[in-house]
């Protein structure tokens, strides 16, 4: 699709970005349903240099894991400042509150993370519980690549690793918040031990 047919394509707006960030649109994509991550309302100096970097990360992400379950499909990209996944009709785990999370969600969580994993790609942001989103038959659906790191080399790999270590903590996180009775054992370590990236930016803050 091209970006002058997305206006009449456009069903309605997902999620309004505010300053820096980007807007997401539910998009009718020859017949299925798209979300559209479009970054081309941001200001102009973001636009020109940050977002395309973001956009192409981004992208790069989804590629590698397009068929892995609990990612969304990749649909295509726009031009340098959009692309289009899958749509998934969910609930971003950042609206629940304590006790309405059932218990049989954390593992599956827990498998999307690792299935992510498996397939070389750390995501770096799973932190922020708006980037999980769970549909109404259960499933849950990890979105927003943008700071994700794919293993492609030995390198790459190391720091992929290390920032799995912290995607692993969002789980005991979100146990924590929304349901503290599942926590585990290791959980508990988990959520008490630093992991070796943070060690790391830890000592470079000086902290
Ligand atoms: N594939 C998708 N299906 C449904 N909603 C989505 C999808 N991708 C993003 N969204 C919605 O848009 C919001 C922002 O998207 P996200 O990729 O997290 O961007 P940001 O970088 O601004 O956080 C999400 O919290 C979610 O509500
Ligand atoms: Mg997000």
Do not use: C
Not at 64 to 71: A, K, V
Request: no cysteine; hydrophobic share 45%.
């Amino acid at each position: 699709m091209k970006r002058r047919e997305l206006p009449a394509q456009t069903l309605r707006t997902i999620h309004a970005g505010r300053g820096f960030q980007s807007s997401v649109h539910l998009v009718d994509w020859n017949g299925s349903h798209a979300a559209v991550k479009d970054f081309s309302r941001l200001p102009p100096l973001f636009r020109l240099f940050i977002a395309p970097i973001l956009v192409k990360r981004e992208v790069k992400a989804l590629r590698h894991l397009d068929g892995t379950r609990g990612i969304p499909r990749f649909f295509g990209q726009i031009d340098r400042l959009a692309f289009a996944i899958e749509y998934i009709e969910g609930r971003p785990l950042d609206t629940f509150k304590i006790g309405e999370l059932a218990p049989e969600v954390f593992p599956r969580i827990a498998a999307a993370i690792e299935a992510m994993h498996a397939r070389g790609v750390a995501h770096g942001d799973l932190k922020r519980r708006s980037n999980l989103l769970l549909t109404p038959d259960g499933e849950v659906f990890l979105i927003d690549f943008a700071a994700a790191i794919v293993a492609r080399g030995p390198l790459s790999r190391k720091l992929m690793r290390a920032v799995a270590d912290v995607d692993e903590k969002s789980l005991p996180r979100l146990k924590k918040f929304v349901a503290p009775e599942l926590l585990t054992e290791e959980d508990q370590w988990k959520l008490e031990n630093p992991t070796k990236l943070e060690r790391w930016a830890r000592k470079l803050l000086g902290r």
